[in-house]
């Protein structure tokens, strides 16, 4: 039995934990806004690291999922709505059209379904960006707050900073908790199967096309969650984040941190958007995403990535 | 309606047709010699059209646009050279299927390369072209319709580069060469045909004609270092619709989106205009991924 | 009369080739079938045609009184009937131990949720689920390569791992593809013993094959086909003294 393997998370809770220390002692608490940030951009990467690192199914339209989520989000809570039913709210409607875009789309393979997600993202953004009631290419602003309990907020302000840090940090925690288990388990298995041959699958009683709309909705789901939250963070949404670019970014770092990699994928989330939201790249950001993905074509094609090897667990995982 | 309204849409659509048609061409070019898809095929045209604005101030226009079609296919045959043939697993066996997705990502991340550099080297200013013949007020007129002298360029930069591609993949050596390597590449080095230079070849004449139909179209559409993704998408729906890897096929689909596409603002608000080829993308590849007039027989076989 | 496996007028098209051709036998229970035939003679098609992953443009698969013909790969595997590949197809990244706990996917149901949860359900089904394939992989003696992937176990262990893959479902049929091929002598052996032996637990093994020996020496009945066509079918003995059979294999030679 594969052996739940929880170094992973503990590996990653420490450093977490460990982070606010530091920047602390280099008073750099300003980080921790942007680590905020980047946590959920991670998030949204995990998704697809799920779906194509062990499900073997790519998609390009991470970033649609995103941007429903926040929208959504956005729409909802400054019509009134509490922003944790807004935050629900969005995660099923997610749900739903990952369900209803994956029925048709995943029966596609390889380079149709990389092009058919593309498309569906750039659907999502020529909506939100073409439609007036959406905040056209302004996106929304002025997005309220989100109070998860009497004091726990997620928001933009600089005193919550510490707390808003904590509650992303302690999300991806969770959600990495979940993944391990789902890998671990009989579903996770049946998924895992689907990347290395449908035909065993099939023959062995897996529904296949039901497990690829499973994870393909997992994914959609966690980038959802990620939009949302981020929205909420922020304050604003805007068109920029169903951009086809952030697609290809979340295909980036899901390269180079691996692809059956959670560690690598959320380090390298983490850490690239993290420069990048600090202008580490300057003019070149779309540019370094783009190298990565050409150098770890070149270097390590197979299995992608060569961040993070055996000490975080990557061996068990595969 | 009025007629020169439809005339007006009509002729939007036959040029943005033409562009369509010749990326779709490039794709296919490039699919059949590797059978991976380029994604920066639409970063050719923006290349076509980039170099020639800034050759033409210092050569004459014919020499400025057979610069940038020469500039533009060098681009394309290094690009394959450094970064496609690195991995290697093109030209090892039989072309099997591994490896063609990494190369697919990898043109991805080169297009986006591309991009990055056009706009440092350009900016992101909206460039032009000057008009091969007259300037933008000209105009021609057929039957009370009026059109710019430049669409006939279009037209017949596009029937030339269909017709050259015709006859180099039916009658020259290298053509053949490089149909044969598709269809087996064992099968072709038995015959002595080098199959790593015809990968090459194939990316540089993919290269080439994108770059000439940037050239000849950016006069009316100008030119912008960030044209290439949607130029991709909408190539690549014209390919799929008119069948992967006919070259036929493309064409004839290359002027129905793009008339589709202009004749969609009748309905559709300007914004959600690419949403149409999109639609039409999904619906192809869902209900009939063959597309028009492909059918297995022809891309097993890759004719061009 | 006899209900288990029926294929009536089974038939089956690529282009203009007709693969299989209106091919009929009845199958019982408890017994070793083979299926014979010259190379292209469409054994794989009629096989894949029976376990659902090609669909027949006509005829009808008969199983348990059941039709079976238009069902997906995953259903019937549900119903009791798994496959090996001639093709080993393994998940090479796995250990032999999750790839035979692959096979028990059908028997068990805890779902993504109490996957991610590891609900007491879960917890509970993967407890069996490793016992089961453990068990399985000791029988066919591999127990100690249990958690090594499969990847890096030879050709014929991987082999065992999909045929202990196959078995610890409790299937009541088993289609096994060419399971001798790529075997060395020794290994075909153990595995002439190994499909005798599940005779004996009760199991029905519809078997299409190349060795001619391990055929003859295990098989209760036989079927042969020749494009695409049934021309014999019968007991070892009776295939072995049909001139019709004895003609398409000499030919096959004197070509």
Request: glycine share 12%; with cysteine; proline share 3%.
């Amino acid at each position: 039995m594969k052996k739940k393997d929880y170094t992973p998370l503990v590996a990653f809770m420490s450093v977490s934990i460990l982070i606010p220390f530091l920047t602390n002692i280099f008073q750099v608490n300003f980080f921790l806004t942007q680590l905020t940030m980047s946590a959920y951009y991670a998030l949204a990467a995990l998704g697809l690291c799920l779906l194509l690192g062990y499900a073997g199914q790519i998609s390009l339209g991470q970033a649609g999922f995103f941007a429903i989520g926040g929208y959504t989000s956005a729409i909802l809570s400054k019509a009134g709505l509490d922003p944790r039913l807004a935050f629900v709210a969005s995660v099923l409607l997610a749900a739903l059209v990952a369900i209803l875009i994956g029925m048709p789309v995943l029966k596609l393979k390889g380079h149709y379904l990389a092009m058919a997600t593309l498309g569906f993202g750039v659907v999502i953004e020529k909506i939100v960006r073409g439609t007036p009631a959406l905040g056209g290419a302004d996106g929304i602003s002025n997005v309220p707050s989100f109070t998860i309990l009497k004091d726990l907020r997620i928001t933009g302000g600089k005193a919550d900073r510490l707390s808003n840090y904590a509650i992303a940090f302690v999300i991806l925690s969770i959600v990495l908790i979940l993944m391990i288990n789902l890998l671990s388990s009989r579903s996770g298995r049946a998924l895992r199967s689907l990347h290395g041959s449908e035909d065993a699958a099939n023959a062995m009683g897996v529904n296949v096309a039901n497990t690829k709309l499973g994870a393909f909705v997992i994914a959609a789901v966690l980038a959802a969650i990620a939009g949302s939250l981020m929205t909420h963070l922020n304050g604003s949404i805007g068109p920029g984040e169903a951009n086809t670019m952030k697609s290809i970014r979340y295909l980036s770092i899901v390269a180079v941190g691996g692809l059956s990699n959670f560690t690598g994928t959320l380090a390298a989330g983490i850490i690239l958007n993290f420069l990048s939201l600090r202008g580490v790249f300057g003019i070149y950001d779309d540019a370094v995403f783009g190298a990565i993905l050409v150098l770890v074509m070149i270097f390590a094609p197979n299995g992608f990535g060569f961040a993070f090897p055996a000490r975080f667990g990557k061996g068990a995982k595969k | 309606m009025n007629q020169t309204i439809l005339a007006q849409y009509l002729l939007s659509g036959l040029i943005y047709g033409s562009i369509y048609a010749v990326i779709a061409l490039g794709f296919n070019i490039v699919y059949n010699a590797t059978g991976i898809i380029n994604f920066a095929q639409g970063e050719f045209v923006m290349l076509g059209g980039l170099l020639t604005h800034s050759l033409s101030s210092v050569l004459p226009l014919p020499i400025a646009i057979l610069s940038s079609v020469t500039i533009t296919a060098i681009v394309g045959a290094l690009m394959e050279i450094i970064f496609i043939r690195n991995l290697g697993v093109l030209v090892k066996g039989d072309g099997g299927k591994g490896g063609v997705m990494q190369l697919t990502i990898m043109t991805i991340g080169l297009s986006i390369l591309l991009r990055e550099l056009a706009l440092k080297v350009w900016g992101e200013q909206v460039q032009t072209v000057p008009f091969f013949t007259g300037n933008e007020s000209s105009s021609l007129s057929i039957g009370g319709a009026h059109f710019s002298p430049q669409l006939l360029w279009i037209m017949g930069a596009t029937a030339l580069i269909f017709l050259i591609l015709s006859v180099f993949f039916k009658y020259t050596l290298s053509g053949q060469a490089m149909r044969a390597c598709s269809a087996s590449r064992v099968g072709a080095r038995l015959c002595g045909i080098r199959a790593e230079v015809m990968v090459t070849l194939s990316f540089a004449l993919a290269a080439g004609i994108g770059a000439a139909a940037g050239a000849v179209t950016a006069p009316l559409t100008q030119t912008h270092y960030a044209i290439g993704t949607s130029l991709a998408i909408k190539g690549f729906t014209v390919a799929v619709f008119g069948g992967l890897g006919n070259s036929g096929g493309a064409v004839a689909a290359g002027f129905i989106l793009g008339i589709i596409e202009s004749f969609s603002i009748i309905v559709f608000p300007e914004a959600f205009k690419d949403i149409v080829s999109i639609v039409i993308l999904l619906a192809v590849l869902l209900a009939r991924p063959a597309g028009l007039f492909g059918s297995r027989e022809a891309s097993r076989l890759k004719e061009f | 009369m006899n209900g288990f496996l029926k294929i009536d007028g089974l038939g089956k098209s690529f282009g203009g080739l007709r693969a299989v051709d209106s091919v009929s036998f009845s199958m019982k229970k408890n017994t070793i079938h083979s299926v014979i035939g010259p190379n292209g003679a469409g054994k794989t098609t009629l096989f894949n045609l029976i376990a659902g992953s090609i669909r027949p443009d006509d005829g009808t698969v008969l199983f348990n009184g059941e039709n079976i013909t238009a069902l997906a790969p995953h259903k019937v595997a549900r119903r009791g009937i798994f496959r090996t590949f001639q093709a080993v197809k393994l998940i090479q990244r796995m250990s032999a131990l999750e790839n035979v706990m692959l096979g028990m996917h059908s028997q068990t149901k805890s779902g993504i949720v109490s996957g991610m949860l590891s609900l007491p359900l879960a917890r509970a089904e993967e407890k069996k689920m490793t016992e089961r394939a453990m068990a399985s992989l000791e029988d066919v003696g591999l127990a100690t390569q249990a958690h090594l992937p499969t990847g890096s176990l030879s050709f014929g262990d991987q082999r065992m791992v999909e045929l202990a893959r196959s078995l610890v479902g409790n299937p009541e049929l088993l289609l096994l593809d060419e399971p001798a091929s790529g075997l060395n002598m020794k290994e075909t052996a153990g595995l002439t013993e190994r499909i005798s032996n599940l005779r004996e637990k009760g199991l029905s093994v519809l078997l299409v094959e190349h060795d001619m020996s391990l055929v003859m020496e295990i098989s209760d009945c036989l079927t042969v086909l020749n494009f695409g066509q049934k021309i014999a079918e019968g007991n070892p003995r009776e295939i072995q003294a049909n001139a019709d059979v004895i003609r398409i294999y000499l030919g096959e030679d004197d070509a």
